[in-house]
C-alpha cells in the first residue's frame, strides 16, 4: 500500500483532571492566550484534514466537548470529530483504549496527542506523519532535548543509538536522570500495531497506571520499527502540567501575536505589557500605549490610538479612533474616527457610530450613539437609542430600571439634553427637542419642542449672616460677623427662574421651602416655546 496516501486518524487525550494545576477545571480547559488548551491542538489536528478524529473526555467530559463543538461549528470544520468517554483515568495508554472503537476496521496511521501541548503546529505533526511513512514504522515519535527535563518521560537509547523505550520520570533508575532527551508525547502509529498493543499494556509502574508511553517499548521487544524525529523548535511541545507551565506558555504565546503584529505595521509603545489574545486583528499605522488588553474576537482598524490602560473584549473599533488612557469595552461597536475617554466604560450592546465622542465617566449598555453625537461628561446611557449629531449633556443618567425590567429610551436626531437630566423610561424625545438643565423627563418630548421641570430659585438674601448669629448666640460667642451687616434687615428675594423667562416670584417667605417631589416636566411648542 502506498503508506502517503493512507488514511489518518487523529485521538486527542483530554480525559484528565490535570491534578498539578490545582483546578476544578479540567485541565485541556484552560487557556493561553485565550484559547483553551485543547482547542490549539484540535486545530493543529485539523490543518492535517484526517478522516476523522476522537477526543477523548472524562473529567468534565461535557463541558470539554462543549467547548470543542462550538469551535468547530464556528470554524466550520467537516472533519468527524468522536467524542469517546474514558470514564475512570487511569493513564494515558487507557485513554487510547476509550478511543480504539471509534477505529474499529480503520487501516491506516493514527496520530496520538495530548490536549495539555498547546503550542503545536501542524507543521511539526505533518513532519513527524511524513517521517513515520518513510520509515515505514510501526511507531513514531518526536523527541526534544530540554535544558530541564524535569517532568517529562525520558528516552532511553540502546549503546547503538536506536530507542529502547520510554520512562515515566518516576520509573527512572538513578542513573537515568540525567537524561536531557524528553518524549514530548507526539506519536503516529499504525492503526494495526497500536489497538491490538494497547491490549498488552500492564499498570506495573510507581503511577499504577496504563502508560501509553509502554507501547514504545513493546515495538522495540517486537522487533519492529521504531522511528524518532527531534523535534526543531523544543518550545513548541511543552506540555503544561502547572500553572507556572502556563504562564511561561502565556508569555511566549503573548511574545508572539505582539511581533507578528508589529510585521504587520503595528506600534507597541510597551510591547512588554500589551495581552494579546490569539482571535484579535490590528489594523497597520494603529499605535498601542502600555498596559492594553485586546481579548477574544477584538478588531482594531487602522490608524487607530489607544493611549493605555485599556481592556477591550470582543469589541469592534473602525479605523482612525482614539481610545484615551483608562477605557473598559466588552461586546461593542465602535465606527470610524471616534473618541472615547479618558475614563470610559462600554458595556455589552454599546454602538457607536462614526464621529461619536464619549467622555470621562461616562458608562453605555446597550446604547445606539448616530453619527457625531457626543457624551462628553460623567453619564449612564442604558438601553437607549440616540440619533445624530445629538448632545447629552453632564450627568444625564436613562432611568431604565424600574425595579422589575428594563425599559428603552429613545433619543432623536439634533437632540439637546442639558446638563443632569434624567429621562425615566420608557420615553422619548423626538429629532431637534430641548431638554433643560436639571430636567426629570417622564413624557415624551415631541420634535422641536423644550422640556422642562424645575423648582423655582429662590435667593435668600442675608441668610448666611442670620445663620451665624444664631449658631453664634447659642454658643455665647460673638459671631464672625460684622456689625453694619447684623443690623441690616431680613430679606427674602424670588429671583424668576431662568429657563421659562417669566418674571412670576413666588410669595416672599422667611423660611425655606422643603420640597418632596420634583414638579412634573412642563412641556413647550416648538413654535411657541421661548429658549
Ligand atoms: C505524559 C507522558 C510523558 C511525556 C509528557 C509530555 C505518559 C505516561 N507520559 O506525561 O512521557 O513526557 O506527557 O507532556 O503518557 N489523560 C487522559 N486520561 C488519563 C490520563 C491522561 O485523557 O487517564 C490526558 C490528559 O488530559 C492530558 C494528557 O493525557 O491531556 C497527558 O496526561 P498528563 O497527565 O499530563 O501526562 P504527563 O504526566 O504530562
Ligand atoms: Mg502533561
Same mark, same amino acid.
Given at each position: ?27 485541556? &480547559? ?7 488548551? @485543547?482547542?490549539?491542538? !484540535? ?150 500495531? &497500536? &489497538?491490538?498493543?494497547?491490549?498488552? !499494556? ?9 502508560? !501509553? ?231 415624551? @418630548? ?17 441668610? @448666611? ?24 434687615? +431680613?430679606?427674602?428675594? +424670588? ?37
Amino acid at each position: 500500500m502506498d503508506r502517503a496516501a493512507s488514511p489518518l486518524g487523529v485521538i486527542i487525550l483530554a480525559a484528565g483532571r490535570g491534578t498539578r494545576m490545582r483546578s476544578e477545571r479540567a485541565k485541556v &480547559l484552560h487557556t493561553v492566550a485565550g484559547k483553551p488548551f @485543547v482547542l490549539s491542538v !484540535l486545530d493543529a489536528a485539523l490543518a492535517l484534514h484526517p478522516e476523522r478524529i476522537a477526543v477523548v473526555v472524562g473529567h468534565e467530559a461535557e463541558k470539554v466537548k462543549g467547548v470543542c463543538a462550538v469551535h468547530l461549528a464556528g470554524c466550520g470544520a467537516e472533519t468527524p470529530v468522536f467524542y469517546p468517554v474514558q470514564r475512570e483515568q487511569h493513564g494515558t495508554g487507557d485513554a487510547v483504549r476509550a478511543a480504539a472503537p471509534v477505529f474499529e476496521g480503520f487501516v491506516g496511521d493514527l496520530l496520538v496527542l495530548y490536549g495539555d501541548v498547546p503550542a503545536l503546529t501542524p507543521a511539526t505533526l505533518a513532519d513527524l506523519v511524513a517521517h513515520h511513512r518513510r520509515a515505514a514504522a510501526a511507531v513514531s515519535l518526536l523527541t526534544a532535548t530540554f535544558e530541564d527535563p524535569s517532568g517529562y518521560g525520558r528516552i532511553r537509547r540502546r549503546a547503538d543509538g536506536g530507542i529502547a523505550g520510554v520512562v515515566e520520570e518516576r520509573d527512572l533508575a538513578p542513573a537515568e536522570r540525567g537524561i536531557a532527551e524528553v518524549n514530548p508525547g507526539i506519536y503516529c502509529a499504525s492503526a494495526h500495531f &497500536l &489497538l491490538p498493543a494497547l491490549a498488552r !499494556l500492564r499498570a506495573d509502574n510507581a503511577q499504577r497506571e496504563y502508560y !501509553l508511553t509502554d507501547v514504545v517499548g513493546m515495538a522495540v521487544a517486537d522487533g519492529l520499527p521504531v522511528a524518532t524525529l527531534p523535534v526543531a523548535n523544543v518550545r513548541e511541545v511543552a506540555g503544561i502540567n502547572s500553572r507556572k507551565e502556563m504562564a511561561s506558555m502565556e508569555e511566549l504565546a503573548r511574545r508572539v501575536l505582539v511581533e507578528h503584529w508589529m510585521q504587520a505595521g503595528v506600534t507597541f509603545r510597551d510591547p512588554t505589557t500589551a495581552y494579546l489574545e490569539d482571535g484579535v486583528t490590528i489594523g497597520a499605522d494603529s499605535e498601542i500605549g502600555p498596559n492594553v488588553q485586546l481579548l477574544g474576537r477584538t478588531t482594531i482598524g487602522r490608524g487607530c490610538r489607544i493611549d493605555g490602560t485599556a481592556f477591550l473584549r470582543d469589541a469592534t473599533i473602525g479605523d482612525r479612533v482614539h481610545l484615551r488612557l483608562g477605557v473598559a469595552m466588552t461586546d461593542c461597536r465602535v465606527g470610524d474616527d471616534v473618541v472615547i475617554g479618558p475614563f470610559a466604560h462600554l458595556r455589552p450592546g454599546s454602538e457607536l457610530a462614526a464621529g461619536v465622542r464619549v467622555g470621562n465617566f461616562v458608562e453605555t449598555k446597550n446604547a445606539r450613539l448616530g453619527a457625531g453625537t457626543k457624551a462628553n461628561h460623567l453619564t449612564y446611557l442604558g438601553d437607549v437609542e440616540v440619533g445624530d449629531h445629538a448632545n447629552i449633556g453632564a450627568g444625564t443618567i436613562t432611568c431604565n430600571y424600574d425595579g422589575f425590567a428594563k425599559h428603552r429610551t429613545v433619543i432623536g436626531n439634533r437632540v439637546q439634553i442639558g446638563s443632569d437630566t434624567q429621562l425615566v423610561a420608557p420615553v422619548t424625545v423626538a429629532d431637534d427637542a430641548y431638554v433643560a438643565a436639571g430636567t426629570t423627563v417622564t413624557r415624551d @418630548v415631541p420634535a422641536g419642542h423644550l422640556a422642562l421641570s424645575r423648582v423655582p430659585q429662590r435667593t435668600v438674601a442675608g441668610w @448666611v449672616e442670620r445663620r451665624r448669629a444664631k449658631a453664634s448666640a447659642k454658643s455665647g460667642q460673638a459671631g464672625p460677623v460684622r456689625p453694619t451687616e447684623t443690623a441690616a434687615p +431680613a430679606k427674602v428675594a +424670588a429671583v424668576p427662574p431662568r429657563a421659562s423667562g417669566r418674571a412670576k416670584a413666588p410669595p416672599a417667605k422667611r423660611k425655606t421651602v422643603r420640597l418632596t417631589a420634583r414638579p412634573p416636566a412642563r412641556v413647550k411648542g416648538g413654535r411657541r416655546g421661548k429658549r
